[in-house]
């Protein structure tokens, strides 16, 4: 069983930064692609952004390229979103997931295709 513990979260006002972190436990942090999802208020949770087994690749969503960075430390078993300039429309709780799916898949982009969650962690940002 794999546990996942998000935190890093809180309450920013627009233009700021916060960065996450998810810590796991329980199988070989390596072996994982990682990922971070949101999902705000009556919404669907919604891709964020993905990392592959080793950190050299990964894939964002449209809606944060170029302000959001995924990371990961394998030695540490965490991995990372950094948010820079942070909008209103960022509000959400924020969830990291983790796939183990033996695949070729270098990053994984469907909440389908994870197997853990952590609990998540509240990001609001205020205008």
């Known amino acids: 069983q794999v546990q996942l513990v998000e935190s890093g979260g809180g309450l920013v006002e627009a233009g700021n930064s916060l960065r996450l972190s998810c810590a796991a436990s329980g199988r070989t942090f390596s072996n994982a692609i990682m990922g971070w999802f949101r999902q705000a208020p009556g919404k669907e949770r919604e891709f964020v952004a993905t990392?592959?087994?080793?950190?050299?690749?990964?894939y964002y969503a449209d809606s944060v390229k170029g302000r959001f960075t995924i990371s990961r430390d394998n030695a540490k078993n965490t991995v990372y979103l950094q948010m820079n300039s942070l909008k209103p429309e960022d509000t959400a709780v924020y969830y990291c997931?983790?796939?183990?799916?033996?695949?070729?898949?270098?990053?994984?982009?469907?909440?389908?295709?994870?197997?853990?969650w952590g609990r998540g962690t509240q990001v609001t940002v205020s205008s």
């Open positions: 990392i592959s087994r080793s950190g050299g690749n990964s």
């Open positions: 997931g983790a796939d183990y799916s033996i695949s070729r898949r270098t990053y994984s982009t469907g909440p389908g295709l994870y197997d853990y």
